[in-house]
């Protein structure tokens, strides 16, 4: 979260180009969206239990389960030329890449559009803290199913948006760092993943590899953005200015935990 949020920094000051970057995480971890209140919402102990990571992220949303996914970050002024100004349109554009990520891999996605007004009431007022308990706008669904979540920030001129791309789901473990009102509450989203959530290696017969992954959505990308991506690489001085981010911010009980 240090670095995506250095690399917006960065690019606000026009110190590097737009970016796109591909990661994961190590050791797996749950993060959790600006707003959640994370002693309310999840059971911490079982996070620590688990020995998972725990942030809470510069961008809305609810918790995500960082483990067997790839994650995505695009780092993107405002103002660029093919950037509308619809935060809901921008949200089209940079998850076109990932839409051809998925053909690239085979799978027949599509953007997911609330078209009753149940969905566009559930997408206003999320029923629960779990994020891949219902697509949002112009997230990806293959089979009627979200297949990725994404949350989008917009600080200094410069979008940051990143998510989810699910390789495989464990949904057992997902469920049990989350707190719920009543064994009922539980029980009923157990039973509503199945049909809310798939990953990737669920739908193939040969399962993707992180290498494979992130070589289609690499591709993805480029194709849809009509763009041709170069290797970064960061300084020590970028490093240094990330690793001293993170130990005042993101490692921090006051950001974390914040009421």
């Known amino acids: ?16 180009p737009p970016v796109i970057r591909f990661y994961g995480w190590q050791p797996a971890a749950l993060s959790i969206g600006y707003f959640q209140k994370a002693e309310t919402e999840i059971d911490l102990d079982r996070v620590k239990e688990l020995g998972l990571g725990f942030v809470r992220r510069p961008t809305g949303g609810r918790g995500v389960l960082h483990e067997h996914e790839l994650t995505y970050s695009v780092i993107v002024s405002e103002g660029h030329p093919d950037m509308p100004e619809s935060v809901t349109e921008a949200y089209r554009i940079i998850s076109g890449g990932l839409l051809e990520g998925f053909k690239n891999l085979g799978l027949d996605a599509y953007f997911s559009v609330p078209d009753t007004e149940e969905k566009l009431a559930d997408l206003k007022k999320p029923k629960s803290a779990v994020c891949f308990d219902a697509p949002s706008w112009y997230e990806m669904v293959v089979e009627g199913k979200k297949v990725a979540g994404s949350a989008q920030t917009r600080q200094k001129g410069v979008i940051l948006q990143h998510g989810a791309i699910l390789i495989d789901l464990d949904a057992e473990k997902l ?44 591709n993805g990308f480029q194709t849809s953005l009509e763009i041709e991506l170069e290797p970064y690489i960061l300084t020590s001085e970028q490093m240094e200015y990330v690793k001293s981010l993170e130990e005042e911010k993101y490692a921090t009980d006051s950001w974390n935990f914040k009421a």
């Open 1 to 16: 979260m240090a670095l995506d949020e250095a690399l917006l920094n960065w690019h606000s000051e026009g110190l590097i």
């Open 175 to 218: 469920l049990s760092l989350f707190r719920f009102s009543n064994a009922e509450a539980k029980e009923k989203m157990r039973r509503k993943i199945p049909h809310k959530a798939v990953s990737i290696n669920s739908l193939r017969s040969e399962q993707a590899t992180m290498e494979e992954c992130v070589e289609a959505f690499k």
